[in-house]
């Protein structure tokens, strides 16, 4: 098979890419190893981080609206940032993108790629026995990618700051029927949050993103439910009966930062990128997809037309994900008691932001700046070395 754009990856970004590809006249293949039962497991956006990157966020996907996050500290303080939400129906949304995506052209195939090699100005990606040659490859199979790796590039500039994780569909009565997405932070999830999203009625998830302790993080999500548990016994009560419907494993690439995105005729988009975030990686595999074509009908799929990919990203993100490193980085750095404080300090007041996520982390490293002013060198050796 022979087509200008292969996809490797129906990831949110793998799937926005085969769209803007397909959008601009060039001939789309849009590859899954899970064609038929994809399991992507974010489930909650919001309205800010969707406007920022573009994204119109449809009703047909939504399970329910938000009212804004909750951020709260070990000791059980908490302060409210505001900003519409949503939690998605997470089948309904990804199969309104693959429709949109064969809608405008691309070809859905199942199938894992495996490896990959450049020549001739063509380069061919191996699925099984077989394999597919394209004008250029768009990587966007998430943090384990094999292409890349077998392209000798390293997307990540920070791989071992993934927070990986751990996540829980539960059930208990009108548990999901809260307004306020909560983000926990401290010693309960080190490097990063623990977090409980409500799904509307009696469903919701609970979910711990760990970073610097490896891939087992289940201590760490048995300890968070049990803080859960306590935290929530007044409002719930026999919430210690609280059932776990379905369990989720896997990795967050928030502060790994995107590395060597490109080579000749491969570009790598989403989260084997570092582009973490559900909005913010599908407008990065629209960016990807679009150079892609261009690069298709231009006659030059070279490493060196194709880095337009990367400056375009840049102008936009990149200094939205530098802040957030480095907040993160001087957030878990501070101590529980710390955090306590901070928190405490900001309680009863209601944090307004119309920005994205990311922002809400660079909001959450001003307060921090605010409250302890010894944060600040901290805070700018992070982001000229992060």
Known sequence: MRCDVLVAGASP?????????AEMGSTVVLLDKERESFRHPAN???????????????????????????IISPG?????????GYFLEREKFDNFYLDMAEDRGAILLKG??????????????????????AGVVIDASGIGSIIASRAGLSPMR????????????????SLGDEDLFEYWIGSISPGWKATFSPGGGDTATLGVFVRGHGQNVQPFFRDFLKLFKRYKSA???????????????????IATLPGEMVSDRLMIAGGAAGQSGLAYSMRAGAICGKVASEAVAAGDTSKAYLSRYKRLWRSEFYMEYLTARACLETLCNMSDRDLDQLVKGLGGKNLLTSGSFYKKLICAGTMTALAKPGAIPALM?????G
């Open 13 to 21: 970004a793998g799937i926005m890419a085969a769209i803007s590809a």
């Open 44 to 70: 909650t956006l919001f309205e800010g981080m969707a406007s920022r990157a573009g994204l119109k966020v449809e009703d047909c996907y939504i399970r329910r609206s938000l009212d804004g996050m909750r």
């Open 76 to 84: 059980g303080n908490a302060v409210t940032i505001s900003g519409k």
């Open 112 to 133: 894992e790629a495996r490896d990959t090699r450049d020549e001739n100005g063509r380069r061919s990606v191996t699925i099984g026995d077989e394999s597919i040659d």
């Open 158 to 173: 920070h791989p071992e700051d993934i927070a990986w994780a751990m996540e829980a569909v539960v059930k208990h009565p």
């Open 235 to 253: 409002a719930y009560p026999g919430i210690e009966e609280m059932k776990i419907l379905s369990m989720r494993r896997g990795g967050d690439p």
């Open 381 to 385: 050796r992070n982001m000229i070395t």
